[in-house]
């Protein structure tokens, strides 16, 4: 079945440092994927999102590319700021159903 | 205002006891899910409804039984609680797009806890 496997965390970072959060996927068809951010004690946000190939997803400094060839959609961002802590989750759209499937997060401590 | 809401935010009970937890969101939605997020951080969909009607059940015990009474509310109630439901359960909807390229939008969860 679909799955999403995502680097093991946590991943500790001093403040301006760059990011990159490496996701890979496995699915039929072509799923839409997204990047999910879980602040402390919080529910999950949409962060970005990228629905075909090729696309480019963007947001709040983050970006994310649609890469069909690898079957990946790493997480970046070039200076992490300290409220960027948070778990990040990597996410496919199963295109039957429209359920989520999840990699496992990896906690990102930022530190000033 | 709050797009997708839970209650109870916390709930601790015995095992054995039989429990709810309530759903609401205001963004009109015709698809609304049920996530259980375990005490590793993974994320695991458990239901979904589309329209009142059950779309998905993802191999969850019977115990556990969700309601949608209309489109902006699904509830979850869980019978003969065991240790191992101890867990933060998230709720979300989304439009429900045939493409599947629609986001989904999550309440703040219930973190249950069974003694």
């Known amino acids: 079945g679909d799955s999403v496997t995502q680097m093991e965390g946590p991943v500790t970072l001093s403040e301006e440092a760059f990011l990159t959060i490496n996701c890979t996927y496995t699915?039929?068809?072509?799923?839409?994927l997204f990047w999910y951010v879980q602040y402390p004690g919080e529910g999950l946000q949409l962060l970005l999102k990228?629905?075909?190939?090729?696309d480019k997803g963007s947001n709040k400094g983050f970006e994310a590319t649609y890469r069909k060839e690898t079957t990946s959609f790493h997480l970046e961002k070039g200076s992490v700021q300290v409220s960027d802590s948070a778990v990040y989750f990597c996410?496919?759209?199963?295109?039957?159903?429209?359920?989520?499937?999840f990699g496992q997060g990896t906690t990102l401590q930022v530190k000033p | 205002d709050t797009a997708v809401s839970q209650t109870p935010k916390y709930l601790v009970t015995q095992m054995g006891n039989d429990k709810s937890i309530k759903c609401e969101q205001n963004l009109g939605h015709d698809t609304m899910y049920w996530y259980k997020q375990d005490s590793k951080k993974f994320l695991k969909i458990m239901f979904s409804?589309?329209?009142?009607?059950?779309?998905i059940n993802e191999t969850v015990p019977n115990r556990f039984s969700p309601k949608s009474p209309d489109k902006a509310h699904l509830n979850l109630h869980i019978n003969s609680l065991e240790l191992g439901d101890s867990a933060v359960y998230f709720c979300?909807?989304?439009?429900?797009?045939?493409?599947?390229?629609?986001?989904?939008?999550f309440g703040p969860g219930t973190r249950l806890t069974v003694l």
């Open positions: 996410a496919l759209s199963d295109r039957n159903t429209g359920k989520l499937i």
């Open positions: 990228a629905t075909k190939a090729d």
């Open positions: 699915a039929t068809g072509y799923p839409s």
């Open positions: 409804y589309n329209n009142k009607e059950l779309i």
């Open positions: 979300a909807s989304s439009q429900g797009t045939s493409d599947r390229t629609d986001t989904q939008y």
